[in-house]
């Protein structure tokens, strides 16, 4: 039987860029682009879970805006149910994460130059095809 693992990410636009996170070395997937956040705890809801993700990852507040995309990504024996969704930050934009070796804000149409991890690609594209079509 496939394990499933509930997932939130946070796709963070200031200006006309987002925030892509690369995995550290010693994270699975190193060196692979995702957008910010992680597991959806037992009881937790996705807002609750990408506000404590961000705050553990980043140290940053967010507040969590409309969804994007909802996605199941095979991984291995694993899927990923990924949830993405807009996200502000409250505060100064963050500098380091504690699972990401770079931060970097990128342009929505150049996102597809980087290397990313397969369940954030539905994201990539869906945020691209909008940009297309506004």
Do not use: N
């Amino acid at each position: 039987m496939t394990q499933s693992i509930h997932v939130v990410a946070a796709v963070i636009i200031a200006g006309d860029t987002t925030l892509a996170c690369r995995r550290s070395p010693a994270k699975s997937e190193a060196g692979k682009w995702e957008f910010p956040g992680g597991k959806v705890e037992p009881g937790e809801s996705p807002d609750a879970a990408l506000v404590r993700e961000l705050r553990e990852e980043l140290d940053v507040a967010i507040r969590v805006g409309e969804p994007i995309s909802r996605t199941e990504t095979r991984v291995g024996d694993v899927t990923i149910d990924l949830d993405s969704y807009r996200a502000t930050i409250v505060g100064p934009r963050p500098t380091s994460s504690t699972d990401h070796d770079e931060l970097r804000w990128t342009a929505i149409p150049d996102l597809r130059q980087l290397d990313w991890a397969a369940p954030d690609l539905p994201t990539v594209e869906a945020l691209i095809s909008a940009e297309t079509h506004d």
